[in-house]
């Protein structure tokens, strides 16, 4: 079966530190996987999404994330922290006719 | 483009009323998905549409729910008749098929049932 964790609930970071927000998956095949964020009364917006190729995804707002298949793993990263990152952070998996599947939610609080 | 349109975005209404929540999907996107976002459940999705048949419903979690897609720019979630439980943010989203895409979420639509 098809899933999708994101182990830890909260992140907590002060600004200008480099920020991580973990996923892990499960699939049998070739993952696509995604990386979503949503802000206080918004919907959700598009941050990246690994395909295929180079391992390392560049994606929206100075944000990140690595593809490592022994780990079956898509982490998210920011090298440096801003307050304006705090939000609600998912990690999704894609599949047949683009359904995705998504975790919990990682809640991110940037501090000044 | 203005994204994909969600109507009302709030909707307050007592126990037992019919609820009709309305989504616009981005022009020339052909799937449409429709999700339920609870503190308690996250994010579920309900149902999705393809080519504005629907594929997969398993998400629905009741009769009271159903979904319709008449066209290619427009879809509604019924809720009838309403419960206290039901009160949720839903999004709806929509996505252009051809190869492997991101979903585009709407704004969400508020509801509280008292």
């Known amino acids: 079966a098809q899933s999708v964790a994101q182990p830890e609930d909260q992140v907590n970071v002060a600004e200008g530190n480099p920020l991580t927000v973990k996923c892990t998956y499960s699939v049998s095949g070739n993952p696509y996987l995604f990386w979503y964020v949503q802000y206080p009364n918004r919907g959700l917006q598009f941050l990246l999404k690994?395909?295929?190729?180079?391992?390392l995804v560049k994606g929206s707002y100075g944000f990140e994330a690595e593809f490592n298949k022994s780990q079956t793993s898509f982490h998210l990263k920011k090298p440096s922290a801003l307050v304006s990152d705090s939000a609600l952070y998912f990690c999704?998996?894609?599949?047949?006719?683009?359904?995705?599947?998504f975790g919990a939610g990682t809640r991110l609080a940037v501090h000044p | 483009d203005a994204g994909v349109i969600q109507s009302p975005r709030h909707e307050v209404t007592e126990m037992g009323q019919e609820v009709t929540l309305r989504c616009k999907p981005i022009s020339g996107h052909n799937s449409l998905f429709w999700y339920r976002q609870t503190m308690m459940r996250g994010l579920e999705l309900l149902i999705y549409?393809?080519?504005?048949?629907?594929?997969?419903d398993s998400g629905m979690p009741e009769d009271r729910f159903s979904a319709k897609m008449p066209n290619a720019s427009f879809s509604t979630l019924k809720i009838q008749p309403s419960e206290p439980r039901d009160s949720a943010v839903y999004f709806c989203?929509?996505?252009?098929?051809?190869?492997?895409?991101?979903?585009?979420f709407g704004p969400g639509t508020r509801l509280t049932v008292l």
């Open positions: 690994y395909i295929t190729g180079d391992n």
């Open positions: 989203a929509s996505i252009s098929g051809t190869g492997i895409n991101e979903q585009f």
């Open positions: 999704a998996l894609g599949g047949g006719y683009n359904k995705l599947i």
């Open positions: 549409f393809n080519n504005n048949v629907p594929i997969d």
